[in-house]
């Protein structure tokens, strides 16, 4: 029986490889903004233990538990506070490139789903095609199997015309 072949498989091919290819795209800038949105909330965890422990200092406290710890220094304190600063702007920085990647994120995505539909189209179109030439497979057969039983129904009719 003959075989269906796809004269466009190959650009079904490429657009598969187009479409992995997005998506390795799109998965590289996620573990990207996943990693920078975990560095996020290292800086702000990092931030409101500063507050906390300049909190405590300044209460007098030795680490938070209410008894009186050693006096605070204003050296203490602007060390505090200029360390608190620096984290902070570490993470300004880290907010405004992960609204980068969220730019280039979106980018990728509408990338992926452009590969996606490109990749749907050709397979509709091969599915058409499949079933134009199943259609056609099925007519051919049936018009041979008429001639057969046209061929059979003149052999019974005429027995020795045939010959």
Do not use: C
């Amino acid at each position: 029986m003959a075989r269906f072949r796809f004269e466009l498989e190959h650009v079904l091919d490429l657009r598969k490889r187009q479409e992995r290819d997005a998506q390795i795209a799109f998965s590289a800038i996620d573990r990207e903004r996943a990693a920078l949105e975990s560095q996020i909330r290292g800086y702000q965890r990092t931030i409101v233990g500063f507050k906390r422990d300049l909190r405590v200092a300044l209460a007098g406290e030795r680490a938070g538990d209410g008894e009186p710890g050693a006096p605070v220094t204003l050296h203490d304190v602007r060390s505090q506070a200029g360390a608190s600063l620096m984290v902070m702007g570490k993470a300004q920085a880290a907010v405004i490139q992960l609204a980068a990647v969220h730019k280039r994120l979106d980018a990728a995505r509408e990338a992926l789903l452009e590969a996606a539909r490109a990749r749907k189209a050709v397979e509709m179109l091969r599915e058409r095609r499949y079933e134009q030439w199943k259609r056609a497979m099925n007519r051919r057969e049936a018009a041979e199997l008429d001639d057969l039983a046209t061929m059979r129904a003149g052999r019974e009719e005429f027995p020795g015309a045939a010959r």
